[in-house]
């Protein structure tokens, strides 16, 4: 929906509370025109219920105002003497109309000096989590969201099982552009899977002002572009769903290039407008390395250091095999293995391959290699072990799951470029060459109708041969190179899409541990109350947060005695 169309249901919102509430505010001892008046009716109506004339406010704030309104709707036959359960339930299932009902059915009076307390103790425990969710909400939707790493893309600076605090207000917080939807989770409902919101009505893009914009390097939390799947991380059908732009799966990256970069990758380091890209401290780079030791690699003389780290085999295929077009097909369908090396006879070949799939083309295990996902201080010191033949650095080769999926441009993972990346009110030139950069921006991220005549391209039925960008563009990545679903694979970033920016780690432990029990064992002590940015190593700020807690119950505590001694 536009904003002249949520204008116009916003009028139609006030003729409906009007008509269902003129009588009462005349009983109320106020005029039937106030009933009228968008937003002063609305504070009038405070003062009729005796509440806060601020909470007029929560009913402009999405997601906040679906559970406001319930509540408004509950005090106001309250304040004219509808108390009953029976009238709570009837005015909500008919979300408010029941208003109509006692405003022309009944002879309501109005109750000036109704007690604001509720008249049990299940009143008072409904109001009270009621008032907890709504602030909760408040606080999740607008300021700070609490963010799990469900993946290693980000390893060493953030692990699998770190559990952030993510700020929505150094970037400027987002206004949720689906209305409808069930507070304090993203896009499915706990237990049962299904969708948490309707994908209608929407509201359009908007953005709270920010206190800074995103830096080369900042790690950035955000909306995965290309989402498609109908829940995060619970769909397997393969089966295409729209989602709305803020109920897109959640990712965190490093946003190695910004708007207006040109950006290249050589043997997978980063180079911003020609310079290599330097990281801060936290961050390590991996990458994964064969290790070639002097004898077979088992449970004994795999290095200790190492045991927890990524793996994969090395394997040798017949040259014939690896240089068929046909098989190195199947091959794409079965795994991901890149060459390592070759002789007159035989391909290594290093990655993941379907165990079956290998045998029927006579794959052999090369016993004394492996491939080991390692930083430049794992790889130096692995390379001084006695036992350590070699260890070399793999390059994966071309790819066209690489964007922007341009067979000719021979990019992988580790090397392609250079790209520009779209900065809002920049002009690229279109044409058949360019268009596969920018296509799905044009088309999906600014919402044009793109349409093609041979070699003609036409932007909102009008020919075009240039585009001017209308937002900014990042290019997110992750630490973990060879282990990273980023935008090597689906391109741009749009701002639209940005959530947050991680600022603290609240607890961190090993989130694959067997049982809970494990996981207790498993925590990161060192890890809790840790800032994600900053230069050096992390300091964790635990002992202070804990010392708090505890000045804080204490403190509850003792005024709780006091007020008891002086009953």
């Known amino acids: 929906m536009t904003f002249t169309q949520w204008f116009i249901f916003f009028l139609v919102i006030q003729v409906i509370h009007f008509l269902g509430t003129w009588k009462l505010y005349v009983k109320a001892g106020r005029k039937a025109w106030e009933a009228a ?24 704030i999405p997601i906040v105002n679906l559970l406001m309104f319930p509540v408004i709707w ?30 022309y059915a009944t002879d309501a009076t109005y109750n000036e000096d109704r007690s604001l307390k509720p008249r049990s103790e299940l009143g008072e425990w409904v109001s009270s989590i009621t008032f907890a969710i709504i602030a909760a909400t408040l606080v999740h939707t607008y300021f700070m969201q609490p963010f799990t790493i469900p993946t290693s893309s980000l390893e060493k600076s953030l692990l699998v099982g770190d559990y952030l605090f993510v700020s929505k207000f150094h970037y400027g ?65 393969g089966k295409f769903t729209y989602k709305p732009v803020d109920k897109k799966t959640n990712y965190v990256k490093r946003a190695v290039g910004i708007a207006g970069d040109s950006l290249e990758l050589r043997d997978g380091y980063v180079y911003i407008n020609g310079k290599k890209n330097v990281l801060p401290y ?31 085999g090395v394997y040798r295929i017949l040259s014939e095999y690896w240089n068929n077009s046909k098989i190195q097909k199947a091959i794409k369908e079965n795994g991901n293995l890149s060459k390592i090396g070759a002789d007159s006879l035989y391909t290594e070949v290093a990655g ?7 045998r029927r083309l006579k794959m052999e295990s090369v016993a004394n290699k492996i491939n ?40 992988s993972q580790d090397n392609f470029g250079p790209i520009y990346i779209p900065k809002a009110g920049a002009t690229v030139k279109l044409d058949a060459k360019s268009l596969p950069y920018y296509e799905q921006i044009i088309k999906n991220y600014e919402n044009n109708d793109l349409t093609f005549a041979g070699d003609d391209i036409f932007i909102n039925g009008k020919k075009a041969d240039t585009y001017t960008f209308k937002q900014d563009y990042y290019w997110l990545m992750g630490d973990n190179r060879h282990n990273s679903l980023d935008a090597r694979y689906w391109g741009y970033v749009p701002f639209d899409h940005v959530l947050g920016k991680p600022v603290m780690i609240w607890w961190s432990w090993d989130a694959n541990a067997a049982s809970f029990g494990e996981k207790i064992k498993s925590i990161r002590w060192n890890r809790l109350f840790t800032t994600v940015g900053g ?21 509850s505590y003792f005024k709780g005695k006091k007020k008891a001694a002086k009953k």
């Open 173 to 237: 917080a987002r206004v949720p552009s689906t209305v409808i939807a069930a507070p304090m989770v993203h896009d499915s409902l706990p237990l049962v899977g299904t969708a948490s919101y309707l994908k209608k009505p929407q509201l359009p893009y908007t953005r709270l002002p920010g206190l800074q914009s995103i830096k080369n390097n900042d790690i950035v939390c955000f909306n995965w572009p290309t989402d498609s799947l109908a829940t995060m991380w619970g769909d397997t059908s």
């Open 372 to 411: 080991i996902n390692l930083t430049q201080d794992e790889v130096e010191r692995l390379r001084k072990l006695p036992q350590t033949v070699a260890v070399t650095k793999i390059n994966y080769d071309a790819d066209n799951a690489i964007f922007p999926h341009v067979e000719s441009n021979n990019w």
């Open 37 to 60: 008046v968008p937003v002063y009716n609305g504070i009038v109506l405070m003062q009729i219920i005796n509440r806060p004339k601020w909470w007029v406010l929560l009913l402009f």
């Open 535 to 555: 230069d050096g190593e992390p300091v964790s700020y635990r002992y202070l947060v804990f010392a708090l807690i505890a000045i804080y119950i204490g403190y």
């Open 352 to 358: 993941g391959i379907n165990p079956n799939f290998a």
């Open 282 to 312: 936290r961050a390590k780079i991996q990458f994964y390395y064969t290790y070639e030791a002097k004898n077979d690699i088992d449970a004994n003389s795999f290095p200790k250091f190492l045991i927890k780290k990524e793996k994969t």
């Open 74 to 103: 509950i005090e106001t036959i309250r304040s004219f003497g509808f108390f009953k359960k029976i009238d709570s339930f009837l005015v909500i299932v008919t979300l408010g109309l029941y208003i109509f009902y006692i405003n």
